[in-house]
């Protein structure tokens, strides 16, 4: 079970309110991913969550229960931190059986958990190694190894992979996704990269400065995004956004158009420009495209080799049904 | 980063260091105020009253403050110049590359470990003494007649005992900081066509002028105390009575506790505008 | 990219750098030697340098004479003893400032260094007073606790310094692996501070084994240490620069020893992290 409630839960670092009043409830083994710019206090709430930091005002319910003054120690829950946090001193075996040492876990138990741990995350040959002498793929692992054998009511994890280079990041996504699907326990997710977030999630809450600006699943946010804000923030490249004349024929203050949703034709399109830098990557080619008279740059997405050059004019059509219309307070117009 | 729980525990683990050191520092200081406002002579009658400012007046006014004061500023300065000069040429012989490097850093480095009252009485015997001193040899054989160090020449024989003892820390801290120089500014510099001299005095000596300040200061308020070097050598005989020896002298000497103490305020003033500019920079420090 | 030097350059380095090293190191290495002379020949016109009937006699009349042993076990129970107190009650201290820092930790930690920065003669007679009043006078307990007090601002200083380059989120990741405050300390961060504490403690061994202010004031015969020891070779009673020397060899070898292994600490805990 790892039912997360939070109640109207407000932080201040002295007289800097992080997070307003603030309610999210996280249901039995979901993956939730928490993403945002950085300072948007995503990581801040999972810390809250976890009880390394005090909530200034509000509930946090785990399960049901009141977890608001049980210290971290005591709310059965693991974390995963950004540097791994793994202890220097001890060998690999040490760092994954600390948790049961300190809850008094009898020694042959320890030793199934550890190894168990150990084959499901290809950790077997290095368990008398020192953190030191691991890569830092393996050391993500040793971290996760430390999390699982606590069999905790949720796993938060606090920008895992960011310490890890982009191969590795890649391999490492696939194994956390993999690891919830095989355990089915609540996963707390934090990051700033929206790739991490549509990838891994069941759900994603979208936060900025500390507010809640959308949660729904990966596809609710790229389909019908809420605001103006998690338009631009969720799908990659970003979403075009465009005001004035154009925006006003669509009766909105702030129109948006996904690169994927724009088509290049010959000629005869509704908007024109001339390309700047042209990305071709053999499966899509990406053109940045100025003078359109609409904003500034506008990015396209073309599937498959497109043979257009820098300075040549192309011609766009965007899809009518594909166009997400915002008000001047940035709202979705519905 | 913290939580309440944890706070508390904190103020709490910090509580037998702060109530210690604060008992440390305010009882004794109280008590050194007080005295130094009363007539106070355990020996010849104990507490004979308050004065008011009398033992301040007859401290500062008294024949033996001001040499006392000369004293302190010779060893003091002397022994500054003397471990900054030498210490950053060696400082930079020792960032040479040579053989055995480990070595002569240990033989530099050995003097601070030697306690005050050893290096104070070798000096005086073995190298000082007018007859058997290693000095009298060696002005014997130039046909010189030795000096009779610690009489004649009390003071320079001070400032050469206690430099001995402080060059080992003023080099080691002026060869970390060169050590810390990114040697990439030199080769800039190089190729911008400095010549080693401005090379020393425009990027060597700049960065160097925070170690030097630090070095400066933590050896002014050791130095303003020293005491077991003049204890064992001259007992503050031949004008070598520095403040702190004068004040001792006044305590436990002459027992006159009243004097004593307005001379220990004075000091604990004098060594507070020094500290105050040390804390300056290591407060800095703390920041960064 | 280091240059390479030439050979040549790298010579003339060689020597000047050991001729200042020898010169520096010189009034050590001759008491030592003067200590294995018989004391005819450590007066001996023209003196002499390596040549001569080493002997172990000085060291023998020394503890003999002098109860060498005494003060020596004196100096280590003075040193040892205010060290390890002082290390029980910085690490907390420490771990508090390092790890739960608070508006006030600056202040606080600049305080505690400017006891360090008074001058003990001002404070000389009230601590004698209060040492006659509870019976501390040239006791062993009273001496510990005083060393232990005018260093105690360095301990702290400069376990602070090594505590602060720990990762607090290790801490953290202990408190959430089940660790109580207690265990978090002991299991974890005492482990990970060991090469920290350990220069911490060779520095405050070596300051309190040559403090020489309290040691000389505080204390008469009883808990006097080996800088009381040698002060009472000021007043020379005849021939007796062997002697001397070999008194001396005994006070400083421990500690040289000691510090040679501990250099590297050094200038971090004298100037309080303020030169790295």
């Known amino acids: 079970m790892g039912q997360i409630t939070l109640q109207q839960v407000t932080k201040k670092f002295g007289d800097v309110q992080v997070i307003p009043p603030l309610d999210l409830t996280i249901e039995d083994g979901e993956f939730t991913v928490f993403v945002g710019p950085s300072g948007c206090g995503k990581s801040t709430l999972l810390r809250l969550i976890a009880g390394l930091e005090d909530i200034t005002s509000g509930t946090i319910l785990i399960d049901g229960a009141d977890a608001t003054a049980i210290s971290p120690a005591k709310r059965g829950l693991a974390m995963v931190f950004q540097s791994y946090a793994l202890y220097p001193h001890m060998s690999v075996r040490k760092n994954i059986a600390f948790p049961m040492r300190m809850a008094g876990i009898d020694k042959a138990e320890q030793d199934r958990r550890i190894e168990q741990a150990a084959t499901a995350l290809n950790l077997t040959d290095y368990l008398d190694r020192r953190p030191g002498q691991l890569s830092g793929g393996q050391r993500q692992r040793v971290a996760i190894g430390r999390a699982i054998v606590r069999e905790p009511a949720a796993f938060l994890f606090d920008e895992p992979l960011s310490n890890l280079d982009a191969a590795l990041r890649v391999g490492m996504r696939l194994e956390i996704s993999e690891l919830h699907k095989r355990l089915e326990t609540t996963m707390i997710y934090v990051t700033h990269d929206q790739v991490e977030a549509m990838t891994m999630a069941d759900k994603i809450v979208v936060l900025r400065a500390g507010h809640i600006e959308q949660v729904g699943s990966p596809l609710d946010l790229y389909r019908t995004p809420r605001n103006v804000f998690v338009a631009g923030f969720i799908g990659s490249p970003k979403m075009n956004l465009i005001e004035g004349p154009e925006a006003a024929k669509h009766d909105a203050h702030t129109i948006g158009i996904r690169p994927e949703h724009i088509d290049v034709v010959e000629s005869g399109g509704l908007w024109e420009g001339r390309v700047g830098v042209a990305e071709h990557l053999g499966s899509d080619t990406f053109f940045h495209v100025h003078d359109t008279g609409l904003a500034e740059m506008m990015t396209v997405r073309v599937a498959g080799e497109v043979n257009l050059r820098h300075g040549d004019r192309i011609h766009l059509n965007p899809r009518a049904d594909q166009i997400h219309r915002f008000d001047d307070k940035g709202l979705r117009i519905q | 980063m913290a939580t309440k729980a944890s706070r508390s525990a904190a103020r709490l683990m910090m509580a037998p260091a702060v109530i210690l050191l604060l008992g440390w520092m305010l009882v004794p200081l109280c008590m050194t105020l007080y005295f130094s406002f009363k007539k106070y002579l355990p020996l010849r009658g104990g507490d004979l009253g308050w004065v008011g400012f009398e033992n301040y007046v007859r401290f500062f006014s008294s024949s033996a403050f001001w040499p006392s004061v000369q004293a302190t500023l010779v060893i003091v300065g002397g022994v500054l110049v003397i471990t900054i000069v030498f210490g950053i040429l060696l400082a930079i012989l020792l960032d040479q590359p040579m053989w055995g490097q480990g070595i002569v850093r240990i033989l530099v480095i050995a003097p601070f470990f030697v306690m005050p009252t050893v290096s104070a009485l070798v000096w005086k015997n073995m190298f000082m003494d007018p007859v058997n001193g290693l000095f009298a040899h060696l002005w014997k054989f130039f046909d010189a007649t030795p000096i009779e160090w610690l009489s004649q020449a009390s003071m320079t024989s001070l400032v050469i005992i206690v430099s001995w003892q402080w060059l080992p820390f003023a080099t080691l801290i002026l060869l970390t900081a060169i050590q810390s120089l990114d040697s990439e500014q030199l080769e800039a510099a190089e190729m911008d066509g400095a010549p080693p001299l401005s090379r020393f005095g425009y990027i060597t000596l700049p960065h160097l002028s925070r170690a030097i300040t630090v070095v400066v200061l933590i050896q002014t308020i050791f130095l303003l105390s020293i005491f077991a070097e003049i204890f064992v050598t001259t007992q503050g005989s031949f004008g070598t009575k520095t403040l702190t020896y004068l004040i001792y002298q006044r305590v436990l000497e002459s027992q006159n506790v009243g004097l004593g103490s307005a001379g220990g305020i004075f000091a604990v003033i004098l060594a507070n505008i020094i500290a105050i500019f040390l804390m300056r920079i290591v407060g800095k420090n703390l920041d960064a | ?276």
């Not at chain 3, 207690?182 to 403690?201: D, F, H, K, N, W």
């Open chain 3, 1 to 276: 990219m280091a240059r390479t030097v030439t050979n040549q350059r790298k010579f003339i380095n060689t020597v000047a750098a050991w001729a200042v090293g020898l010169l520096i190191f010189f009034p050590i290495l001759w008491t030592i030697l003067t200590s294995f002379k018989t004391e005819a020949t450590a007066i001996a016109d023209p003196p002499v340098f390596l040549f001569f009937d080493w002997t172990l006699e000085n060291y023998r009349v020394v503890q003999e004479r002098s109860d060498y042993m005494r003060f020596l076990w004196n100096s280590v129970i003075i040193a040892g003893g205010s060290t390890f107190l002082g290390i029980l009650i910085a690490v907390p201290a420490a771990w508090s400032m390092a790890f739960v820092p608070s508006a006030r930790t600056k202040d606080i930690l600049l305080w505690m260094l400017s006891t360090k920065m008074l001058p003990a003669v001002g404070v000389l007679y009230p601590i004698y007073l209060i040492f006659i009043k509870m019976g501390l006078l040239d006791s062993r307990v009273g001496l510990t606790v005083v060393l232990m007090l005018i260093n105690l601002p360095i301990i702290i200083w400069m376990l602070y310094t090594y505590f602060r380059e720990i990762p607090g989120e290790i801490l953290e990741a202990a408190r959430m692996d089940g660790a109580t405050l207690r265990e978090e300390i002991i299991y974890v961060l005492t482990p990970m501070a060991i090469p920290g504490i350990a220069s911490t403690v060779l520095l405050n061994i070596i300051l309190a084994w040559n403090e020489a202010f309290w040691t000389l004031n505080l204390t008469a015969a009883k808990a006097a240490p080996l800088t009381a020891f040698i002060a009472s070779y000021s007043s020379p009673e005849g021939l007796f620069y062997a002697k001397l020397s070999a008194a001396s060899t005994m006070a400083i070898a421990p500690i040289l020893i000691l510090g040679w292994f501990s250099q590297k600490q050094l200038v971090r805990g004298l100037t309080f992290g303020a030169v790295k």
